[in-house]
């Protein structure tokens, strides 16, 4: 198993640019979240997803955008970079309603300029 | 809402010695699960030790143990002789219940260096 992967690792951006970055989790798990790290604030969460079709906003969802068409995959979407969003952003799955384990990526940092 | 808060932005020890990072909650709930990650300079996460709060007994893996008072809210990580390895940030973490969409609350972490 590959577990959780994410890519890019690392990304620059100009303001009002757009991207995606991708999740996918080879675990079949139902749950996948996206959550971003900022010193001093922990790990804020930006959108999950309880299963294909299926999202929900986060403590932090403005600017985002997800989607959730298989199992499989979580892609987190900027439409227009700002910023505010320079952070590292970390995805992460878990059985739901099973068990508390939740398999984190690697995390991506993204830069603003 | 539920919150995590850890008081502690930094912290440092020296090497072997003992360490214990506080962590409280707030809660209405009666049964949920307390967690604490270490996320080394590497940034990958890891579960370091868990907690179910229906469970009176403290949690322990190995020189990790915590300290669990629920009627007090607190939940503190204690690190016993310590290693140059457990340098990292530590966070704390509640969650409500296994419901499908019961999510992972974190604190801001703790920064905690161990000293040679």
């Known amino acids: 198993n590959a577990g959780v992967t994410q890519t890019p690792k690392f990304q620059v951006l100009k303001t009002g640019q757009s991207m995606t970055l991708q999740c996918a989790q080879d675990m079949n798990h139902e749950y996948m979240s996206w959550y971003r790290q900022d010193p001093g604030m922990g790990l804020r969460l930006i959108h999950y997803?309880?299963?294909?079709?299926?999202?929900d906003q986060g403590e932090v969802p403005n600017g985002y955008n997800v989607s959730r068409s298989t199992t499989e995959d979580f892609p987190l979407r900027l439409l227009s970079a700002a910023p505010s969003q320079t952070s590292v952003y970390f995805c992460?799955?878990?059985?739901?309603?099973?068990?508390?384990?939740?398999?984190f990526g690697p995390g991506t940092r993204l830069t603003v300029t | 809402a539920q919150t995590v808060t850890q008081s502690q932005p930094e912290m440092s020890v020296q090497e072997a010695e003992t360490v214990t990072l506080s962590c409280t909650y707030d809660t209405s709930e009666n049964n949920y699960y307390l967690f604490w990650y270490k996320q080394p300079p590497s940034r990958q996460m890891i579960l370091v030790i868990r907690?179910?709060?229906?469970?009176?007994q403290n949690a322990t893996e190995n020189r990790f143990s915590v300290n669990f008072q629920k009627a007090a809210k607190s939940f503190s990580l204690k690190i016993s002789d310590s290693q140059l390895g457990d340098t990292a940030m530590y966070f704390c973490?509640?969650?409500?219940?296994?419901?499908?969409?019961?999510?992972?609350?974190f604190g801001k972490g703790t920064r905690l260096h161990i000293l040679p």
């Open positions: 907690q179910e709060a229906y469970k009176q």
């Open positions: 997803s309880v299963g294909a079709g299926i999202t």
């Open positions: 992460a799955s878990r059985y739901s309603g099973r068990t508390y384990e939740q398999y």
């Open positions: 973490a509640f969650m409500k219940g296994l419901n499908r969409d019961d999510k992972i609350i």
